[in-house]
């Protein structure tokens, strides 16, 4: 007779919790590429979006706190991602301030328009998948 041993030391939520990581590991990548090119290219960005420089190094910095929360929360072994959504839903909130507060041109618009979607689309994702991990 021949038996069959199978672990059952992985739980199911296994999946999902690999899933979060690797959003969040992209994520913060993206962050801190976004950061540092901002910072880098201010000038010139705020030239061609039509927006103040010191907006554009605000953004950078921003992306350099969300790529560092990011970072931090994928050191944890438990994901506690409450850090990271709330960074991605700050830099949504601050597109949609730049939107009001300053005059982007039409590239300034879409970019910031498309920026502040993905950022809450971001922060409820990582939320959704951490809440069922």
Known sequence: MATLTTSYSRTAA?????????????????????????????????????????AAYVTGALFLLAAAVGGLALRRDRLTVTWIVGANELFALWCVVMLAADAPNAVGVVLLVTAALSSAGTGVAELLLARRG
Do not use: Q, Y
């Open 14 to 54: 296994e999946p999902r919790t690999h899933m979060l990581r690797r959003m969040l590991a992209g994520a913060a990548a993206f962050d801190a590429v976004g950061g540092v090119f901002c910072l880098a290219a201010a000038a010139d960005l705020a030239r061609w979006l039509s927006i103040p420089r010191d």
